[in-house]
């Protein structure tokens, strides 16, 4: 769990003046220990990113610290798009859950109802409900193979070859009794949704979500991010020499790791869930209700407690990363007070929800 942000001295040099001059987005006034805590943090951290601060629909603060491509020196804005990580399986569980909320889909039906071709014995077991909250007991067979062949990455497959390669092992447990971080889940759920809507998923997420909230910077993408037009690029390290890092990601794994997005955009998008633009309010109790209560996962994302202010509030909440990316979103499902954190330099997971913590601290002073 994220812990309390501490100022930390000494540790780091300060960075080099340009850091301060990268700081591309504007600076709002509602919060006002907002920019000194992200200042802070970005001088003695060397952290590349945006963060941004709001309560419900208001943006209260929102900058942005250093590069999106080192080479033409240019910079990060909260426009900037950013590779999402896992946060792409909360979005594609708000897709699918649409898909529920019009009747076209069952969370709890069978898969072998939309998948008949697919192996009877697992088939007859497995739910889209076991499926999005990994507890489906799918042994996890695609990172085993980007593991022996990283080239697997690369690979273009329709979703029935996708599934056999890769999805269709024996099941290591009961579903609905352990729980097993798999993106194998995922292949299985965009095979479903493709099949029972008759659309890419790219045109779901572009009409269910994009176009709804006039998402400017957000959509789905496979193989190389850098084709995003204004993409932060991704670094293992940028000093004292840029390190690139890119990992592709293959297009039936786009529900798992492709969706994209900017600062103010995963803002809006949260706003627009919770404030029912996306779904109904039984609908999105669903999506967060906690299906595997040890890993606080729901559908796609996650709900916890945790503390600001001397108050335990329920947060909707989940972190992605791929190669160099670090995305992490917050949004208190009692009073609507949201952060965003973004990074395209591979940077300390913890040290995030350090500064992800302080930043909401500080939004309630």
């Given at each position: 769990m994220p812990h309390p942000w501490k100022h930390r001295s000494g540790r780091w040099r300060p960075v080099?003046?340009?850091?301060?001059?990268?700081?591309?987005?504007?600076?709002?006034?509602?919060?006002?220990?907002?920019?000194?805590?992200?200042?802070?943090?970005?001088?003695?951290?060397?952290?590349?990113?945006?963060?941004?601060?709001g309560?419900?629909?208001?943006?209260?603060?929102?900058?942005?610290?250093?590069?999106?491509?080192?080479?033409?020196?240019?910079?990060?804005?909260?426009?900037?798009?950013?590779?999402?990580?896992s946060i792409s399986k909360w979005i594609?569980?708000?897709?699918?859950?649409?898909?529920?909320?019009?009747?076209?889909?069952?969370?709890?039906?069978?898969?072998?109802?939309?998948?008949?071709?697919?192996?009877?014995d697992n088939g007859s077991r497995l739910t889209l409900r076991t499926l999005m909250s990994h507890g489906s007991g799918v042994p996890n067979d695609i990172d085993a193979a980007i593991k022996r062949d990283p080239s697997t990455r690369t690979l273009s497959l329709d979703n029935t070859e996708a599934v056999r390669r890769f999805a269709s092992g024996d099941l290591r447990f009961a579903p609905g009794t352990d729980w097993d971080y798999s993106h194998s889940n995922w292949l299985l759920v965009k095979a479903i949704v493709e099949?029972?809507?008759?659309?890419?998923?790219?045109?779901?997420?572009?009409?269910?979500?994009?176009?709804?909230?006039?998402?400017?910077?957000?959509?789905?993408?496979?193989?190389?991010?850098a084709a995003v037009p204004g993409m932060a690029l991704g670094y293992k390290q940028l000093m004292p020499q840029p390190e690139p890092l890119d990992k592709p990601i293959s297009n039936f794994m786009t529900l798992a790791g492709g969706f994209y997005t900017s600062a103010n955009d995963l803002f809006a998008l949260m706003d627009g869930l919770f404030a029912g633009k996306l779904l109904s309010p039984e609908?999105?109790?669903?999506?967060?209700?906690?299906?595997?209560?040890?890993?606080?996962y729901a559908l796609g994302g996650r709900t916890k407690t945790l503390p600001f202010a001397g108050k335990n509030h329920p947060v909707a909440w989940e972190y992605g990363s791929n190669g160099a990316y670090r995305v992490l979103v917050w949004r208190t499902l009692d009073d609507a007070h949201s952060v965003v954190v973004m990074n395209n330099t591979s940077f300390d997971?913890?040290?995030?929800?350090?500064?992800?913590?302080?930043l909401m601290e500080a939004s309630y002073r």
């Open positions: 080099l003046a340009i850091l301060a001059a990268l700081a591309a987005s504007p600076v709002m006034a509602a919060c006002g220990d907002c920019a000194a805590i992200a200042h802070r943090f970005a001088t003695e951290q060397r952290f590349n990113g945006v963060v941004l601060v309560r419900g629909s208001q943006v209260d603060y929102v900058e942005s610290f250093g590069t999106a491509d080192a080479s033409t020196q240019r910079v990060l804005t909260a426009d900037t798009p950013f590779e999402a990580g594609a569980a708000m897709v699918v859950m649409r898909l529920v909320q019009q009747g076209e889909l069952s969370l709890d039906e069978p898969i072998a109802t939309y998948l008949p071709e697919y192996r009877r099949k029972i809507s008759g659309q890419s998923y790219t045109t779901l997420v572009q009409g269910y979500l994009v176009q709804p909230l006039a998402l400017r910077h957000s959509g789905v993408y496979s193989g190389s991010s609908t999105t109790r669903t999506l967060m209700t906690v299906e595997r209560p040890a890993q606080n997971h913890m040290k995030i929800g350090d500064l992800a913590t302080a």
